[in-house]
Structure formats: structure tokens, C-alpha cells
């Protein structure tokens, strides 16, 4: 198997300036205090899906230097994706009987870009980046969306204008080039390595100008080493336009239509790429920041619900199973309780933490260890609200437990988390059946009744099965 080794760019600027348009040279002018937003559509065909990120990207004039812009940027996309059935060139299946597992190199789950974040630029009034603060990765070796507005744009009044970038191949995990760690999603270990090679090439040419709007065709090729037994060889091209606002001395548009090459060997895969982003106006903008103060006011209501105390039949309930002496029916309950988003237990609800302290010292060693893990997220609740008398108790049960955990001869229960059993993620839709082998790094190494190995991020198991294996692995 090829090995697909973490790329990171550095880029050599060298722009070449050819010909003559108008006296009026163009410049970034975002002004302090000024809002600028847009609308943005990527999509990307792979064998396996066709991957939609769509959202809204805005930026905020911070201050104005001389040449020097300092803008703060929010915003992110939104995935979906759609299942291209009978596709061939599949990046791989899915692991272990879980679900929602990265299929390729470009559906890793820390794309900044694909979540909500806030970044700071410093920028030239040219596009040069100075310095970024923040990360806004995107898949698809596409760099970061707080940085597809701007493009750069030539120090004098140029027609066309060109910039070529050599290209450095190294396994840093950082890169300073304006386009940051474009190849991150390609990392598999942490050797450095570099080569150099390949580059990457932007083409401008100001094509007409309209009430000051430029539109300016942008053409595109990046391209990587050739494919060897050990790295894998990328390529892309594209070609698309660009409007800017001369007047205002913003952006307004662009529309690109790229082809990216993977090969690895013998085996190549393209995917078609598309990027396309369009200014917001003033009633467009004021309208989506009201829907964001909307969704702000609902994910607020939704966190101060369980600051309220829990309805007295359901608490009458879940004591009653904590403390029925059934444990089964007590490890489901504290299964259950495990699921809760509640941050704190209000002084109406004290009984609850306090039952759970006691069930520190319980017999049972998983009934232990699934309400310890309630205990570090409620156990303050018992210091704050609880009465002297439960306070003792709650005390007596933990040196107890501490006594128990010191004890050299370990009782088998009946869920050790040894052996084959049942494993389940935190939704608890998605299930198997293995035996724990070992932990390597963050990822819980099992094996099924075949013998096959299954691998799985610890954090992705429910907080009971993360309390097995940390009593297996030691860890």
C-alpha cells in the first residue's frame, strides 16, 4: 500500500505584470467597521459521494494602516453529501460495522472550514497575507475560506498579471504560506520529511469592466512530484472569473470549475470541483444576522433548559432504579443518566448526586466506574447543596472506593469489558461485538469472533465503554 504523506506548501511569489487597463489601480479598501459577507457553494464529486458545503462567510473591518487591512472573519459550511451508488474508485469502506467513518484523504473531521470559527487577517490592500490567526481549513486542497475572497492583485495598473509559487513537500505540521497547510488532511505520521518539486501557477487577465465592477479570468494549476511506490502525486487545473468591486475596492463574485487528480501507483482518481461565492447586499446580510440571533436565542434556551430542575416524577423515577438492587437495572439507568446533556444539578435535585456518590463503593466494579463518570461531571452539586448527614455519607462511600480501587485482589464481574462483548458508540445506534486488544494512541484496537481487526476512536465509544477501556488499558 502507498503511503499518502502530509504535504505542506511553501510559496516563492513571483509575479509578472504585462501590459496597461486603467489609471485606477485595484485595492483592498475594507474600512473599519465595515461588514462585508457573502454566500458560498462548493461542491465535489468523488467516487463515493458528490459532497455540497454551502454557508455564509463574513468579514469585519478591525483597522486600516496605511496599506495594511486587519479584517476578522466568522463564518463556516455546512456538508451534506449524497451517495453516488454504483461509483467505482471507492477511497475505502466503512470500519468495524461504525458509521459516518472518513471514506477518503478529504472527509476528515477537523476541517475548520466545516464548522463555525473566527479568524483574524492582516493583510496588504494588494491580498499579500501578513499574518493569519485561526484556521479555516477546507477539503479538496482548497486552503483556507477565510481567504477565497482575496485574491492577489497587481502593484500597478497591469492588465494581466501572474503569480508562481514553487512548491515545497514537507510532513510539518505548519506552514506559512498565505494558503496555510493546504495538504493536511494527507498526514499519516509524524516524520519529517521534504522534497521539492511541482508548483503552483495563477493566471489573471482583466476582461471588461462594467459601472466599476472588473471581471477578471483567473486560470489555475497546481501540481505535486509524480506518484512513487511511497507518495502519492496531485494535480489540479481550473479555470474560472473573478468580479471586483474598483469602486469600493471589494470582492463580488467568482466562479470556478476545477479538476483535482489523485494518483497513487497505477490507479488515478479525478474529482470535479467547484467553488462560486457572491457578495450578500445590505437586506440579504441584515436578514441573516437576525436568522444567527435567532439560532443564538433557540441554542440558548436549549442550554438553559437543563439549568431547571428535573420533573419530580422523573427523578422519583431514576432514584428508584439507582437504588432498587437490581444491577442491571442500575447500570442501565446510569447508562442512560451518561447521555444527559445537563451541566449542573440545581439544590431541588441534590438527591441524585448524592445516590451516585454512593454508588461509588458499590460491589460492582462497572457499577463503580459508570458512576464515577457521573461523579466527576455532578459531584460539586453534593459540596454546594447536600445536608451534613448526606455529606457524610457521600464522604464514608468515597473512601470506601478509594480503599476498594487499592485493593490487590480484583473481583471478575460480570461486564470486565474482557472477553468478546457488545460495544456501542455515544449515539448508541451504531454496535459490535470484539474483543479489546490494545489502545494505540486514541484509537481502541478490537477483535471480532473472526479474527478480523476493528479499530475505533476511544472518543467515539459511549462514556461507559471509554470507563472499560480505561480500566483495561491502564490509561
Not at 142 to 169: A, M, R, V
Not at 198 to 211: C, D, K, L, M, P
Not at 219 to 226: D, G, M, V
Amino acid at each position: 500500500m502507498s503511503r499518502i504523506v502530509f504535504l505542506c506548501v511553501a510559496f516563492v511569489p513571483i509575479c509578472l505584470m504585462v501590459g496597461t487597463a486603467t489609471a485606477q489601480q485595484l485595492r483592498y479598501q475594507i474600512k473599519p467597521d465595515q461588514v462585508v459577507a457573502y454566500k458560498v457553494t462548493i461542491t465535489a464529486a468523488t467516487p463515493a459521494s458528490t459532497d455540497t458545503m454551502q454557508g455564509v462567510i463574513s468579514f469585519k473591518g478591525l483597522q486600516t494602516q496605511g496599506e495594511t487591512l486587519t479584517l476578522q472573519y466568522s463564518g463556516g459550511l455546512k456538508k451534506t453529501s449524497r451517495s453516488n451508488s454504483g461509483g467505482s474508485g471507492s477511497f475505502g469502506a466503512g470500519r468495524g460495522g461504525f458509521g459516518d467513518f472518513p471514506r477518503s484523504p478529504f472527509d476528515q473531521p477537523d476541517f475548520r472550514g466545516l464548522v463555525q470559527s473566527t479568524n483574524t487577517i492582516v493583510m496588504s490592500d494588494l491580498g499579500t497575507v501578513k499574518n493569519l490567526r485561526g484556521d479555516s481549513q477546507l477539503p479538496y486542497l482548497l486552503g483556507n475560506l477565510c481567504l477565497i475572497p482575496f485574491e492577489p492583485l497587481p502593484d500597478d495598473d497591469s492588465k494581466e498579471w501572474q503569480e508562481e509559487n514553487g512548491l515545497t513537500i514537507t510532513s510539518a505540521s505548519r506552514s506559512n504560506s498565505r494558503f496555510g497547510p493546504r495538504f493536511g488532511p494527507f498526514a499519516e505520521n509524524n516524520v519529517e520529511e521534504k522534497k521539492t518539486g511541482g508548483g503552483e501557477t495563477v493566471a489573471y487577465r482583466i476582461e471588461s469592466e462594467n459601472e466599476g465592477k472588473v471581471t477578471i479570468t483567473k486560470t489555475y494549476t497546481l501540481s505535486s512530484p509524480s506518484a512513487t511506490a511511497n507518495d502519492t502525486g496531485l494535480a489540479m487545473q481550473g479555470s474560472g472569473s473573478y468580479v471586483f468591486n474598483r469602486v469600493e475596492g471589494i470582492p463580488e463574485s467568482m466562479e470556478m470549475t476545477l479538476n483535482l487528480s489523485v494518483t497513487s501507483n497505477s490507479s488515478e482518481i479525478k474529482i470535479p470541483v467547484t467553488v462560486a461565492f457572491t457578495r450578500m447586499n445590505d437586506e440579504d446580510l441584515a436578514a441573516h444576522l437576525q436568522k444567527v440571533e435567532e439560532e443564538k436565542a433557540r441554542a440558548h434556551a436549549f442550554a438553559t433548559r437543563f439549568s431547571r430542575p428535573i420533573p419530580p416524577e422523573d427523578l422519583k423515577r431514576v432514584i428508584g432504579n439507582l437504588t432498587s438492587g437490581d444491577e442491571a437495572r442500575i447500570l442501565r439507568e446510569l447508562k442512560e443518566l451518561s447521555r444527559s446533556s445537563r451541566k449542573e444539578i440545581l439544590k431541588e435535585d441534590i438527591a441524585l448526586p448524592v445516590q451516585i456518590g454512593l454508588l461509588l463503593s458499590h460491589k460492582n466494579p462497572t457499577i463503580q466506574s459508570a458512576a464515577q463518570i457521573l461523579w466527576d461531571r455532578w459531584g460539586t452539586a453534593v459540596e454546594k447543596h447536600a445536608s451534613e448527614e448526606d455529606k457524610k455519607q457521600v464522604a464514608d462511600s468515597i473512601k470506601l472506593h478509594e480503599e476498594m480501587a487499592s485493593n490487590p485482589f480484583e473481583v471478575e464481574d460480570a461486564d470486565s469489558g474482557k472477553g468478546i462483548r457488545t460495544w456501542s458508540d455515544k449515539s448508541g445506534r451504531f454496535k459490535v461485538d470484539g474483543e479489546f486488544q490494545q489502545l494505540q494512541g486514541g484509537l481502541v484496537v478490537l477483535k471480532d469472533k473472526d479474527g478480523k481487526t476493528i479499530r475505533v476512536p476511544k472518543a467515539r465509544l459511549s462514556d461507559f465503554d471509554q470507563a472499560i477501556i480505561e480500566k483495561l488499558s491502564g490509561k
